[in-house]
Structures are given as C-alpha cells and as structure tokens.
C-alpha cells in the first residue's frame, strides 16, 4: 500500500502512531464532544476518529480507547460525542461476537434471514462502480477517495453501499469483497455484517438517507468533496455538482463538461427525490431548475 499524499492523515502502523491519534483526537484538541455531528460529514480529517484501522489491524486496544473516553468523560462531562463513541465501540463488539455466531452465513449470498433475492450480475456496472465513473458525483468521489487512500467517511460507506444493492441491484457479496480488498481498516465481521444488513438480508442496523443526489445538498450545498475528488466537475454551479446529466449541451459546454467523453452519463436511471420535506436550500434549487426549464436552458 503506498499512501496517498491527499489522504486526511497518514495511517502509519504500530501501536506508538495509533496511541499519538488517540491522543491528539481525545486530549489535544478535544475533538470528542463534536465527533457526533462530524460523523454526518462527506470527508476530512476530523468526521471521525479514524482509529478503526490501528483497531481493526490489532495495533490499538479498543478497551484502551474506552477507558480514554471515560476517562474524557469524568474530567469535562457527558456529551453526544462520547456516548455515541461508547455506543460504536459496543456495536462493533456485538457484530464481531455476532459474526463469530453466524459462521461461514456471514459470506452467504442470501445471508443471515436466507432470503433469497434476485440480483443482475451486471461486472460492467460493478466494474465502473469501484473505479468512480458510475455517472453519480458523490458515489464517485467516495469510490476515488477510497481507491486512492483505502478510507472513506462512515457516511460515505452507507451511500457507496446502498447505491450498490439498490439501485445497481448488484449481488452484494461483491461489494463487500471489494472493501475486503480495498479498505485500510477492513474487518471481516464489521464489513460484510454491514453489507448484509443494507442489503436486507442481515441484522438491522439504523442509517440515515441514502439518496445519492440528496445527500449530498444536505451536508455539503457547495459540493467542495466532489470537486475535489472528481476535478472534471470542479467547474459546475452547486446546483448541478451532483446532477450534472440534468446540463444541457449548451451548458456542458459553458461549463468544460462533455458528458460520454470527459465524465459519464449514469449507468442506471437516477432515482426520484425522497419523499420528504424539501430543506430551504433544495427548494431554492428546485426553483432554479424549473426557470431554466421554463427558459429553455435543460
């Protein structure tokens, strides 16, 4: 594995470089307190603690970080952060201990509940999916992001994942197998216990929206993640960095964007909006779109 230099913060092995985050995160610049809301965000260095991958390589005690964290706890107080913190590391317990109960079920096809479901094997759109051309920005700034650096946002591994089994409908162990490979902090029980589950075939873990498009105006308006991560699309408008199949030729061409040549169309049909109430800012896109449409501009 050869690092990337735009990967958030260097993941150097032993246990001397996982005790010095650990550190820095909890005690230096007590970041704790805020690792609830910063768990919602795309990317950057401080979504979240990013000791998965010294834990999950057996570098880092997770009971030592525990015992951190009360410990964080005592001296300055109760805060959503550190009981979110304590409640990742239980879960992570119990789908290791859970795992260990399944047996070779966790790799099974129809997984934990035996439902059997259809699946297109489709390796094209599994093939452009991994490499970050699936046509959709954010998927694709995640799967570059997690190529090139072998991380990504716990965020982005629930959109990456459910984008996957359903709306490329793809057999879900091949996700997973992918992440086996992929991920610097991969862990046999967290990773493919999550596929199962987002594929509806395991245990039910809670998870936010999923919405390829929408999730991104939600968190990041401005699409500063994707334009980093996808830098053919560094000059769009916000109102088009996610959607940008919604560009007229004319305003591809306004913007340096050739779709087919120098980004793809999306490889299935994008899904409609959610069914949810608009926040203030989709709705002053919505009211971009239709007087572009009403002018003749899409």
């Not at 570098?59 to 300055?76: F, G, N, Q």
């Not at 079920?105 to 479901?117: S, T, V, Y």
């Not at 596929?195 to 939600?218: K, R, T, W």
Request: glycine content about 8%; aromatic content about 16%; charged content about 20%.
């Amino acid at each position: 594995f050869t690092p990337d230099p735009r990967s958030t913060i260097p993941f150097l092995g032993g246990e001397a470089h996982g005790l010095k985050r650990l550190k820095d995160y909890v005690w230096e610049r007590k970041l704790l307190p805020y690792s609830y809301t910063a768990r919602h965000g795309l990317g950057g260095e401080q979504i979240s603690t990013k000791l998965s991958a010294w834990i999950n390589l057996g570098c880092l005690s997770p009971r030592r970080i525990w015992y951190e964290v009360l410990a964080y706890e005592t001296k300055y107080g109760g805060s959503q952060g550190v009981y979110q913190m304590i409640y990742y590391l239980t879960m992570r317990d119990y789908m290791i201990f859970h795992a260990k109960q399944m047996g070779e079920k966790l790799f099974d096809l129809n997984g934990l509940k035996e439902i059997p479901k259809v699946w297109e094997e489709n390796s094209e759109r599994f093939a452009l999916w991994w490499q970050g051309y699936s046509g959709f920005p954010l998927i694709d700034a995640f799967m570059r992001e997690l190529n090139s650096t072998g991380y990504i946002s716990p965020r982005g591994r629930q959109l990456v994942a459910a984008f996957f089994v359903k709306q490329l409908k793809l057999p879900w162990t091949w996700a997973a197998s992918c992440f086996e490979t992929l991920l610097i902090d991969y862990h046999p029980a967290i990773t493919w216990g999550a596929f199962q589950s987002v594929a509806g075939v395991g245990v039910s873990i809670p998870s936010q929206s999923v919405h390829p498009v929408e999730s991104g105006y939600a968190v990041d308006w401005e699409g500063a993640y994707v334009r980093y991560w996808v830098p053919e699309l560094a000059n769009l408008s916000s109102d088009f960095i996610y959607q940008p199949y919604h560009l007229s030729e004319e305003y591809q061409a306004y913007f340096g964007l050739i779709l087919g040549q120098n980004y793809p169309y999306p490889i299935v049909e994008p899904p409609p909006p959610s069914e949810r109430e608009p926040t203030p800012r989709e709705r002053h896109h919505e009211l971009i779109m239709e007087r572009l449409k009403r002018f003749g501009k899409l």
